[in-house]
């Protein structure tokens, strides 16, 4: 069985190497000598169909949308937990941002000022430091030992409450969660319903939020997700199911367990 599959496997690889055999000569006909690439070496692979499809992914939705609302406004105290290293650096462009890191990330070209913490300590800034805070997909992991951190069910709430010690009155609180009915995925992540969100985030004032139908599970995460690449062989324009990507719908009720969408939350502190 296994031989048979390799030499099917070998059949293809042939056929795509053809392929791109017979392309080229196209391709190099269409050239004359006095092209600069001519007398290039030529180095002919099989046949790759890659989708001219770009996913734009959480994390990036995410950033825009917290750029946006900060377009207009220069050298804030920001803090940062999690996500994309990029986001905080193009962040540090017109702010101070400081980003809580359980290791180096080796930036050595950004104004990001790291912090090597494990969030379920006190953190190391003095009362009222910050004016804005953002996290991206994080806060639903802390505590679970995932990437090195303490295993603690009380990590969460003790950073909470220590954000709230840290952060201006009036700051601005940028988060993204999975939405779904309440359930942890040990070890994996913990996955939230509205209510429940807003319970978490008392003394902060919501002030807008936005439900990404596309991210999550059932869903194209990022593009590295195994089931977006999946999706992406399979049929060239792939979408979710749900035409408007981008909602205001909180209910979970159809969702089975473990499904969730992705939130993009903005909250503001009025006190701790």
Known sequence: MIKLSSFISK????RDYLKSK???????ATMDSSHFFFNFPVKIVP????SSFEFFDY??????WVSDFLKDKDSLNILTLGGVKMGDAILSLKHNVTSIVLDDPLDRISKV???KHDVFYPLPFKDRTFDVFISPATLHLVGLGRYGDKLSPHTLFNFLNELRRVLRIGAEVFICIPLGKNVLI???HYIFEFDTILKIFKGFEL?????????GVPGYASPTDLKA??????????RHINKSRFTKNVDVSFLKPKEYKIIYLHFRFKSD
């Open 229 to 238: 690449l999946g999706m992406s062989i399979s049929n060239k324009n792939y």
């Open 59 to 64: 994390y990036s939705v995410f950033y825009y």
């Open 207 to 215: 002030v807008d939020y936005l439900v990404d139908e596309w991210a």
């Open 113 to 115: 000022r790291y912090i």
């Open 22 to 28: 017979k392309m080229f000569c196209h391709y190099k």
């Open 11 to 14: 059949i293809f690889i042939i």
């Open 186 to 188: 040990f070890n994996h």
């Open 47 to 50: 046949f790759q169909q890659i």
